[in-house]
């Protein structure tokens, strides 16, 4: 009797040893032991995040700025008495004096080659217009990589998630067995890849929409000061 309860001491139940095992996993071997397609999606997902993260930091101080210098040199322009106060102002930087500069250029090309008649109006709007879209261009670039990453990583993420659910499914027919410790680190896999996909798409969504709204307010303050600056041009230059 002493011998078979020494016995019963020396070997632990199974069920035990399995929870103990099962207790031992963390997030990261979970990751590291995961199936190779599951780690590919994982990267790529993770690829996305670092991306869109970069991108954001970088569009929040870009619109800032322009939208601070745009507002600035707005209230300056507004405020001067004549063009030739503009030109000297110290600060030329931001979307609006962009504008203003090719205006300018537009007017000393056109006094030079004497041009006259109501075609003279219609070039300069044409070439502020050309200044205006390549300034959008600079608001807009890199965003459309933002709304990719929110359409496309949930669906990522879907597809690490069903393949860690097939995976499991397969285990189970290979080993005859539906207990937690079978599944369990499959399903877990699974689920970090819809976490992740997740992860990824929401501030990429939120930060897209956050910045096309802020590009929205720039196109409209410059299509106003183009307007403005084509009637300040016609008064005092003389084109």
């Known amino acids: ?20 095992t099962i207790a031992d996993q963390s997030f990261w071997s979970l990751v590291w032991d995961a199936d190779p397609v599951v780690k590919f999606t994982l990267l790529v997902l993770m690829f996305l995040s670092v991306v869109c993260w970069a991108i954001i930091f970088y569009k929040y101080k870009q619109i800032k700025q322009a939208q601070h210098h745009s507002q600035s040199f707005w209230n300056f322009f507004a405020q001067s008495k004549s063009i030739q106060d503009v030109l000297n102002l110290a600060n030329r930087t931001g979307p609006l004096y962009e504008i203003f500069s090719v205006g300018m250029q537009m007017v000393g090309q056109l006094k ?25 261009y600079k608001l807009e670039q890199y965003t459309p990589f933002l709304a990719t990453t929110a359409s496309a990583a949930p ?22 067995s539906t207990s937690l410790a079978t599944v369990g680190p499959y399903i877990s896999e699974a689920l970090i890849a819809t976490a992740i996909g ?5 501030p990429a969504v939120i930060a897209y929409n956050h910045f096309v709204h802020r590009t929205k307010v720039l196109v ?11 009637l ?8």
Do not use: C
Request: aromatic share 8%; glycine share 8%; charged share 25%.
């Open 198 to 202: 997740l992860a990824a798409a929401i």
């Open 155 to 176: 669906f990522i993420g879907l597809f690490g998630t069903v393949w860690g659910i097939l995976t499991a499914f397969w285990t189970i027919g290979k080993e005859g």
């Open 232 to 239: 300040k041009i016609e008064e005092e230059a003389a084109v």
């Open 112 to 136: 030079s080659k004497g041009n006259t008649g109501n075609g003279k109006r219609d070039y300069l709007i044409q070439k502020l217009a050309q200044a205006r879209e390549e300034e959008i």
């Open 1 to 20: 009797m002493n011998i078979l309860s020494l016995l019963a001491q020396a070997t632990p139940p199974p069920v035990i040893e399995a929870e103990t």
């Open 220 to 230: 409209k303050m410059m299509d106003l000061f183009s307007d403005d600056l084509i």
